[in-house]
């Protein structure tokens, strides 16, 4: 069982903290050079990968997670190794407050038989850590990569009215889900947060 002190916790959240500050920098260079992008080049249509019409914030939030989350993997692997998750997959039944971690390859299973209404209302933080069994939750951590305004303090994503959590925020259903005390958004610039 991996213990969670103060310290360490602080270690970790000041790692991803500078994760996040990495990531926008790498994606904003290779893609504006020194200068912030527009609001307009922000909300500006593109194609993805996959040939659907996104904004440019999107496209860019998509590059500054992956980079986000390959930094975190290496500095948590130093700081607390076999007691973190990446994008984790967790189901919660709100009819009996039940949450069940699903392993990747799970996951994988699901995806590949096309049975993607079996993972409809599932919550994938981006950093986990735990005890070294991820259905035992100790901290949660969101990256949040605002486009244009990197002043202003990212809030909880809200669910749409069609999603299973509607009426909720991603804060408030990891909260509930996983059983932590305050999930925290972690933005470049502005650190670690509520």
Partial sequence: MKILDAALKQQVQEALEECADEARTEVILANFGTRRP???EC????RDAQGRTI???MKLGDEMH???LQCAEEKLNELRPGGFSLEPTYLY???SGKTTWLSPAEVARIRQRGSLGELKGSLVPDVVLHTGDPAQVQAVYDFKFPCADVTKRSR???YP?????SGSNQGVMYRQALKVGDPMIVQPWLGAGL
């Fill in 156 to 158: 909880w994503r809200d």
């Fill in 55 to 57: 904004t440019r914030a």
């Fill in 66 to 68: 992956r980079v986000a």
């Fill in 38 to 40: 527009t609001p307009q």
């Fill in 161 to 165: 009215s069609e999603h299973p959590y």
């Fill in 93 to 95: 039944d709100l009819d």
């Fill in 43 to 46: 909300n500006e249509q593109i």
